[in-house]
């Protein structure tokens, strides 16, 4: 419980920070390191997630994009439940295989426009993409929070940033409220699909997480927005590259 509880403030930390970070990290770390399997790793991390990002908020609530956050939330629910429900289907060795490539061609994708843009003063964005393109977006994102088992911010701050124009500090912040709420039905989805959840591991990593959470927020606001999205891209390729390790 000890070590669940250190691993649980490093990766609340994180998502404190970047809005995302919670299940890609929560997954690898609970397989490969505390000894649950990938299906129930995938369930547990949701608690973790949702728990960790309502608590994270507390500290971006201003940064917050509310109307959108709901819109895109709404969306994802649909598609988490969805995911949720194929997850168990597929093996886990292959479920961890699909995690570790979606997390290299986003964390690719980050780069190049991290590595383009400039640091210059940020505002929320006017500019809104067609509502259908919306909603798909937030259905894809939902579908991939409840496959993997992860809270979606991996997902959502790219979705954020490409769909509907937001700077990656309120696209971040905004990824802690989608997170809450797909996480949570995503985890109501898998009720009676059998897989356990070691709760005793759970708790203790999501306990910890949360109060990671809590230092991670003022940190965010002192960081320059280019060297965000380059910690956020740096996480993904890093975190893919291990899984890929371990799986192999």
Do not use: Y
């Amino acid at each position: 419980m000890i070590f669940a509880s250190l691993i649980g403030i490093t990766v609340g930390v994180i998502v404190g920070v970047l809005g995302a970070g919670g299940g890609i990290l929560a997954v690898p770390i609970l397989v490969h390191l505390l000894g649950q399997s990938p299906h129930s790793a995938t369930a547990e991390s949701l608690v973790i997630v949702g728990l960790t990002a309502l608590i994270a908020m507390a500290s971006r609530w201003h940064s917050i994009q509310f109307k959108e956050g709901f819109i895109f939330a709404f969306g994802a629910i649909a598609g988490a439940v969805i995911g949720s429900r194929i997850s168990p289907l597929v093996d886990g060795r292959i479920l961890l295989i699909l995690f570790s490539l979606l997390l290299f061609c986003i964390g690719a994708t980050m780069l190049v426009k991290a590595l383009r843009s400039r640091d210059t003063q940020e505002q929320p964005s006017p500019e809104r993409k067609p509502l259908h393109t919306i909603i798909l977006a937030a259905l894809g994102t939902g579908l991939l929070t409840g496959f993997f088992g992860v809270g979606g911010g991996f997902v959502v701050v790219p979705a954020l940033i490409f769909v509907l124009g937001m700077p990656i500090r309120f696209a971040s912040a905004t990824s802690l409220l989608v997170m809450a709420l797909t996480a949570l039905s995503g985890l109501i989805a898998r009720i009676g699909t059998d897989v356990p959840i070691d709760w005793n591991v759970t708790l203790a990593f999501a306990i910890a997480s949360m109060l990671g959470g809590l230092l991670g927020g003022p940190i965010s606001k002192k960081m320059p927005a280019k060297a965000l999205s380059l910690a956020f891209v740096s996480l993904l390729l890093c975190v893919a590259a291990f899984t890929a390790i371990m799986t192999f």
